[in-house]
């Protein structure tokens, strides 16, 4: 599975994320990005320009690892988010207690 990169580890970690993460690839994507992390413990962003499709699964992963972040005092944001994927968000009131633009 490659729908993961590290973009940059500078001032924060910028993921760039790409095409569908769904139930078959959520356990990949989130050791890739927890292994990004625990490799260098900073504020994650996260790049969905190219992101196509997630689906409730990939939700679930997402609010793991920002109870992971904020655990450790760190903080959470995804960028440049399609309207389609912004709305699972909003449906599920996680765009209340998570940056999402």
């Known amino acids: 599975m490659q729908n993961v990169r590290l973009v940059s580890a500078e001032e924060k970690l910028v993921i760039a994320l790409y095409g569908e993460i769904d139930a078959a690839v959520s356990d990949d994507f989130y050791q890739q990005v927890t292994a990004i992390y625990n490799h260098d413990k900073k504020d994650i962003e996260f790049d969905c ?8 699964t990939t ?40 940056e999402i633009d």
Do not use: P, Y
């Open 49 to 56: 320009s190219a992101l196509s499709f997630i689906d409730s």
């Open 59 to 98: 939700l679930g992963t997402f609010v793991k690892i920002f109870k992971h972040l904020k655990q450790d005092g760190h903080t959470f944001a995804l960028r440049h988010v399609s309207e389609r994927i912004k709305k699972l968000f909003r449906i599920c009131s996680l765009d209340t207690i998570m």
